[in-house]
């Protein structure tokens, strides 16, 4: 009920290919899902986040996509470049305040 | 705006000792969540606070650990005779919302060592 898994926990790619970061939750009552990102010695930063009524949301380069019915979602960063290089948490959160986060994904992009 | 605001952003501790660890949520924030993340391991919750109230608790361990959010000033987790399983990043978030419904901000982090 509380866990979130996440896969892989490592991935690296080559600048300006796309990355993909899958999680996967069992509780029905999860409606918020929101994507952190963390670099090195920094705090998480929210990147994009959905809600359970959609089932796709994009802001740019980054894309996140809800099927409820299966119970997963995903992070897609297309066109990686360097700087996407971080670890990236998903999280989930039901009809209270408490996110819940998977063990987080450290991308790779490679020059 | 300035972001969530916490200090120190490093702490050395001996065991025994009490780390108190300050967290400033964002202007126009009133509720503070604490989490805590251990190396190669996600972040865990610990604690959501109000101001003057702590409204869930359960992710705190129960002896040594405590946090409030005053009226005035920042909110505080201490932790009292630390040990070496209290090192690990604390990070704060603060939002917005009615019973923290919106997004959650996040801080800089403190990054606790006990020797």
């Known amino acids: 009920g509380e866990n979130v898994e996440q896969h892989p926990s490592t991935l690296s790619v080559q600048e300006g290919d796309s990355a993909v970061i899958k999680c996967t939750y069992s509780?029905?009552?999860?409606?918020?899902f929101p994507w952190y990102k963390q670099e090195l010695g920094k705090g998480p930063q929210l990147i994009i986040d959905?809600?359970?009524?959609?089932g796709e949301k994009k802001d740019q380069r980054i894309a996140v996509t809800l099927n409820k019915t299966a119970k997963h979602f995903s992070l897609h960063i297309t066109e990686t470049q360097p700087e996407d290089s971080a670890v990236y948490f998903c999280?989930?959160?039901?009809?209270?305040?408490?996110?819940?986060f998977g063990k987080g994904t450290l991308l790779t992009v490679n020059p | 705006n300035a972001g969530v605001m916490q200090n120190p952003r490093h702490l050395v501790r001996r065991r025994g000792q009490e780390a108190r660890l300050r967290c400033s949520p964002m202007?126009?924030?009133?509720?503070v969540y604490w989490y805590r993340q251990l190396p190669e391991e996600g972040l865990k919750f610990m604690v959501y606070?109000?101001?003057?109230?702590?409204?869930?608790e359960s992710g705190m361990p129960k002896e040594r650990f405590s946090a409030e959010f005053p009226k005035e000033g920042p909110s505080i987790l201490r932790i009292q005779q630390v040990v070496r399983g209290d090192s690990a990043a604390y990070f704060c978030?603060?939002?917005?919302?009615?019973?923290?419904?919106?997004?959650?901000?996040f801080g800089p982090g403190t990054r606790l060592t006990v020797l």
């Open positions: 978030a603060s939002s917005r919302g009615e019973q923290g419904a919106s997004e959650q901000f």
């Open positions: 509780d029905s009552a999860s409606n918020y």
């Open positions: 959905i809600r359970s009524n959609v």
């Open positions: 999280g989930k959160r039901g009809s209270n305040y408490k996110l819940t």
């Open positions: 202007k126009g924030h009133s509720h």
């Open positions: 606070l109000q101001k003057e109230n702590i409204i869930d």
